[in-house]
């Protein structure tokens, strides 16, 4: 790999691979939750469809429905990382770095809180997995949910962490806030992150929905 | 405070991704990470969630009485997959992110024992992507010519009733799981970011995450032989599914795994494709194999998620006992047939795609001419990669579908060939008065459009609901997809390597061998599966082990061919062992003239691809045109046997 | 300039003498024994419409390997009098041959869905299972299906009435009742000629496919749905049944005989088969159009047993048993 970077040694190859570098971020980002996307279309078409089949009068049963609390706790949970991600964005753009640092850390903990607790849900519900239609996608988009909340909790750690070790590695003033290639690198990962979470805001909003208010 | 604009930070400090110390690791460093770590941690995986699933499951009635524990399977394999990625050094960065830190000691490994490691050169993991592809598709083709075996003979029968039915099951899963990686894996990763004058993919690390998954999805669905096999073949239908034994885990968890490597080697395609274009490369200068690519990624990303959710639903109804797919439960069996198709209509165009682009590639090539009509060859795979989402139910017409959808799918299904019809008239338009050398990937390339024809009028066939009836789920639409997918994909994908091979490697491949080769794999093949369009029309079922007795002529005249096909890549073996290996000779840099940006750069390829980042003038078809554009503007360094493009001269070495 | 429409010329030349001549041949000489025959209405429709198909698609395999041999023969390079390739804008494209191309292509394809749509309705679904709910059904078959299931339905011969037919798939069987003789079941699917006939299908465990090959039916069963497909037989003779859809281990061999009589002959075998069968008739469950275990135990509660479920797992909606 330093072969490629001794190679990239004119200004301009080296202001054409940061710009490649930064769009693919970009582009990722969006490209990531079309993928996301697809998967949680394919819970949500289950959930329709085994509604509109109710093969043998078994979709939702007495109209049951799995633990409310849990499901609001984990809802809220979600949903305050994202804001916090959302409000450290904002603060960053104007320079806050330890600002931004703090909202997520505590967007870290509520989203590893909320992982907890839908793991834990499996043991609280109050419904056979395969009694039912609903009982059978609601297993599922527990499971999927696990999955985002995973993601979500590991992109803000893993973000977090990046920005105190390149505090340490550039140094200077404002190091996160520079123009050095590394900083710009992180504030897109950053922006990338924010817009992923907030689709998985809307995303959580709608299945919520779904599962525990219809 | 704002984002400080002071003077222009040196970017050399650090390149993103931020760099490694880069020590170079001698060949023989055993201790490191490498494939032989990958199998221990694999195995150790395995033996960990193999006890953890019995541990957890074993006092639950139903898996007591059966004596079949699913979860224990789901585990082990689950277990064995993530130890295999640890071993082999995948999730080194994704573990080290979380603590902050660069992973340690990322060396850089020169010769022979890259090929078995972790490596980010996307030259390498292309090399290794043909290994892989190539097992795969050597299992799958063994298991064929027993299928072909029991074939022979309606009444005497070689294998008993349930081995069949698992061998059927594994060659049609194997095949499709490597089919739709067998040219964006090895070709795709290898040549696009030459072709878009890159030095790189956008992001290396997951396109090495995406080789070393399609690897470990190969051991999982290898592993149903193991378990006693599943029985439902490929398409994996409900509630046979649920029926089946542990063995139907390794398909729903394989599927599972290799998802995730289609995701990942589709997004990084993409995402390289659309970033990393060399100055001056605007759209209509990219290559037609790159338009292919992109247009296989958008399937790739978009499509296998849906396949993940249909198969996490099927692993949840074989061990946390919910009833997707149960009818009886509150399930549905149409559910896993419309997740599983909605993934698997564009799954088949990932298939169909690549191989579009590859003829589209060399065709000009061999031509001397331009590739007729490039824009309509771009809009053509757009427009195949955009319908393939509004055709899946023409795949179960009968199945009691609501019947409104019957026309609209027809409908939709016909115009898909509008498009699919595109490349043909590309192609007849590039042959259109030219002085052809009929070169071995050149053949291949012929018989592409000779076999794919085929295949694509069989599909108008079955996509008319009433034909539909008589064709469906017999021996017709197993010779409609065997010429599609074997005929279009694999005759290009063997186009493709014999094409890029010498500068993959540097040396030259056998011409008679590959002649040989050729014909020898366009006969048999034509005479293996062109039979079964009759078969099928006589009324013989898919996967069934015994048939009509007068149907037994076809049925022997196709399986004869059908070994000599098999052997017919025997030749190929060779040719690949003697030509690599045995006695290997150099290849010049641009054997076939050819204008691609590919060629353009020194055999072997440096690591860093060119020396200079190039600046794109035209797009690479000006092929026999007096007074043609100069290619690329290389910078300080000379072209490297930079192809002429005013003469059509038939001496490689020129 | 005049070699250039000697070759485009000459190819479509021989393009259209092969053609038509392809499909002359095909035509007379094959397309009547396109399979699956002339039994019944949908084998008929559906012929037809494969030979229509083949009698478009010929000149297109036809021009394209055509144009494949041309280019082997006066394009290759061993040629010794085949002239240097030209390049340039000319050879890059050209405006009226992708028009072209682009409509021709665009206005087969419509019309050939268009055609298949037509011929979908004209023959009442073709023969391919329709679903529960079918859109395209015969005359009459609304009546003697709803009359079917209540137990009313009534058939004789020359009454032009329709006759249902149960298609019961199971792992590895297909057996047949006749809900207008009482219901009985049989292994033997014996039909009446010159009627139509409504075919129901389903399954008791995975999903099989009704595939009578010289009926040209062929309708999914799967469990818990009833797949409804039409055909009006027109030839007596045998036909033979085959599972369309991978249904386990024995899938192959899974396939019978069937039989398609006169309306007398008929009438007796069914009123004869329905005595004869009349006491195993009584404790089989009552018609439906489907039977699945019901919420409450594995027995349906079709079994007058009194048996309480076997496993309190068996009651929904209560938990699991600690």
């Known amino acids: 790999m330093t072969d490629i970077i001794k190679k990239s040694d004119t200004p301009e190859e080296r202001e054409f691979e940061l710009r490649a570098h930064i769009g693919s971020i970009w582009s990722g980002g969006r490209l990531f939750i079309g993928m996301y996307t697809f998967l949680l279309a394919s819970l949500a078409f289950s959930y329709f469809y085994l509604r509109s089949s109710n093969n043998g009068l078994l979709w939702r049963p007495n109209h049951i429905t799995a633990p409310t609390a849990y499901g609001w706790t984990i809802y809220s949970l979600t949903l305050l990382a994202v804001l916090m991600a959302i409000y450290g964005q904002s603060r960053l753009r104007k320079g806050g770095v330890s600002e931004w640092q703090g909202a997520v850390w505590v967007g870290v903990v509520a989203s590893v809180f909320a992982l907890f607790l839908q793991i834990w849900e499996f043991t609280a519900v109050p419904f056979f997995p395969g009694s039912s239609g609903y009982a059978s996608t609601f297993i599922g988009y527990s499971v999927i949910n696990i999955m985002t909340i995973f993601i979500v909790a590991y992109w803000l750690e893993t973000t977090v962490a990046r920005s105190l070790r390149l505090s340490k590695e550039l140094g200077g003033t404002a190091p996160l806030l520079s123009m050095d290639a590394a900083a710009q690198s992180f504030r897109a990962n950053v922006a990338s992150m924010t817009y992923f979470l907030g689709f998985v805001a809307l995303a959580s909003t709608l299945l919520f929905a779904m599962f525990y208010l219809l | 405070m704002t984002i400080s604009a002071e003077r222009p930070v040196d970017v050399e400090a650090s390149v993103p991704p931020a760099n490694v110390e880069a020590s170079k690791g001698r060949a023989g460093d055993w201790l490191s990470q490498h494939i032989g770590t990958a199998i221990i941690c694999g195995f150790l995986g395995y033996i960990l969630g193999h006890w953890l699933g019995n541990y957890i499951g074993n006092t639950y009635g139903n898996i007591a009485n059966s004596g079949q524990n699913s979860i224990a399977v789901t585990l082990a394999l689950l277990f064995m997959v993530i130890g295999w990625l640890l071993g082999i050094g995948a999730l080194n960065y994704p573990l080290a992110k979380m603590i902050g830190r660069q992973p340690k000691g990322e060396v850089e490994y020169t010769g022979w024992s890259r090929y078995f490691r972790y490596n980010l050169d996307h030259k390498v993991v292309g090399i290794q992507y043909v290994v892989a592809v190539l097992g795969f598709f050597f299992t799958g083709g063994l298991l064929a010519m027993a299928i072909r075996t029991e074939l022979l003979n309606p009444t005497v029968h070689v294998f008993a009733a349930d081995t069949y039915i698992k061998i059927v099951s594994e060659h049609g899963t194997i095949m499709m799981m490597m089919a739709s990686s067998v040219v964006v894996g090895p070709l795709g990763n290898y040549f696009v970011p030459l072709m878009i004058g890159s030095r790189r993919m956008a992001f290396p690390r997951i396109e090495a995450f995406s080789l070393w998954t399609f690897v470990a999805g190969y051991f999982v669905i290898f592993s149903a032989l193991f378990f006693g096999g599943f029985p439902t073949g490929w398409t994996g239908y409900a509630p046979l599914q649920t029926q089946a034994g542990p063995g139907m885990i390794s398909y729903l968890f394989g599927f599972a795994v290799i998802s995730v490597g289609m995701m990942t080697a589709g997004f990084n395609l993409a995402v390289t494709i659309i970033n990393y274009r060399a100055p001056g490369m605007t759209w209509s200068r990219v290559p037609v194999f790159v338009w292919s690519m992109i247009a296989t990624a958008a399937l790739l990303t978009l499509a296998s998620p849906v396949l993940f959710a249909a198969g996490t639903f099927g692993i949840l109804d074989r061990t946390a006992q919910t009833a997707f797919y149960v009818a009886e439960h509150g399930g549905s069996s149409y559910l896993w047939e419309n997740l599983f198709w909605f993934f698997g209509h564009p799954e088949v165009y990932i298939m169909a795609l690549p191989g579009f682009g590859i003829v589209g590639e060399i065709i000009p090539v061999f031509c001397r001419k331009p590739l007729f009509a490039y824009r309509i060859a771009a809009a053509g795979m757009i427009g195949v990669s955009l319908l393939s989402f509004f055709v899946w139910q023409h795949h179960i017409f009968q199945s009691g579908i609501d019947p409104d959808m019957r026309p609209l799918f027809m409908l939709t299904t016909e115009l898909i060939s509008i498009p699919t019809g595109f490349i043909f008239l590309v192609g007849m338009g590039t042959l259109y008065k030219a002085r052809i050398r009929y070169e071995v990937p050149m053949l291949f390339c012929m018989a592409v459009y000779f076999n794919f024809l085929l295949g694509g009028v069989s599909g108008v066939f079955l996509s008319d609901v009433p034909v539909n009836v008589t064709v469906h789920g017999g021996f017709f639409v197993l010779s409609h997809f065997h010429y599609t997918i074997m005929g279009g994909l694999i005759f290009a994908f063997f186009g493709g390597l014999y094409f890029w091979l010498p500068k993959m490697t540097g040396r030259t491949t056998n011409k008679k061998l590959g002649l040989w080769h050729f014909w020898t794999m366009f006969v048999f093949f034509n005479l293996t599966f062109f039979p079964m369009f009759v078969i099928g029309l006589l009324g013989q079922p898919r996967r069934v082990f015994t048939y009509a007795k007068n149907l037994q002529g076809l049925n022997d005249f196709s399986s004869v061919s059908a070994f000599c096909l098999g052997a017919s890549f025997l030749i190929f073996v060779a040719n690949l062992m003697w030509s690599q290996f045995i006695a290997p000779e150099k290849s010049p840099s641009n054997p076939w003239d050819s204008l691609g940006l590919e060629w353009q750069t020194a055999t072997p390829i440096p690591a860093y691809n060119f020396e200079r980042i190039p600046v794109i003038m035209t797009d690479p078809y000006h092929y026999s045109e007096v007074g043609a554009p100069v290619l690329a503007d290389f910078g300080n360094a000379p072209p490297v046997h930079a192809a002429s493009a005013a003469t059509d001269s038939t001496d490689p070495d020129q | ?322």
């Open chain 3, 1 to 322: 300039m005049g070699s250039e429409e000697n070759h485009f010329r000459r190819i479509v030349i021989i393009w259209v003498v092969l053609s038509i001549a392809g499909d002359l041949l095909f035509w007379f000489l094959v397309g009547p024994h396109i399979p699956p025959g002339r039994m019944t209405s949908s084998a008929k429709d559906d012929q037809l419409d494969f030979n229509i198909l083949m009698v478009i698609g010929l000149p297109v395999v036809i021009g394209v390997f055509e144009w494949l041999a041309y280019a082997g023969i006066k394009w290759n390079a061993r040629n010794k009098d085949t002239p240097e390739s030209v390049g340039g804008p000319r050879a890059a494209g050209n405006k009226r041959a992708e028009v072209s191309w682009i409509v021709i292509t665009s206005v087969v394809v419509i019309f050939l869905a268009g055609f298949g749509t037509v011929e979908l309705y004209v023959g009442s679904g073709s023969g391919g299972g329709e679903g529960p709910n079918p859109i395209l059904q015969p005359a009459g078959a609304v009546q003697a299906e709803t009359a079917a299931l209540a137990g009313t339905g009534t058939w004789s011969p020359n009454s032009n009435e329709v006759l249902p037919v149960q298609v019961i798939g199971q792992q590895w069987k297909f057996t047949y009742r006749y809900p207008t003789f009482g219901g009985f079941e049989s292994s033997d699917l014996i039909l009446p000629v010159n009627t139509v006939i409504a075919f129901n299908v389903t399954s008791l465990d995975v999903i099989h496919s009704f595939w009578a090959y010289q009926l040209e039916v062929k309708a999914d069963a799967n469990p818990q749905i009833n797949n409804v497909a039409f055909t009006r037989t027109e030839q007596l003779g045998s036909f033979e049944v085959r599972c369309g859809e991978l249904c386990g281990i024995w899938h192959g061999a899974m396939f019978n005989p069937g039989h398609v009589v006169s309306q007398s002959a008929f009438m007796t075998w069914a009123t004869s088969t329905e005595s004869k069968n009349a006491a195993n008739t009584k404790i089989l469950p009552p018609f439906a159009w489907t039977y699945v275990p019901d919420a409450n135990g594995a027995d349906g509660g079709y079994y007058p047993d009194n048996v309480v479920p076997y496993s309190p797992v068996e009651v929904y909606g209560s938990k699991q048993p600690s």
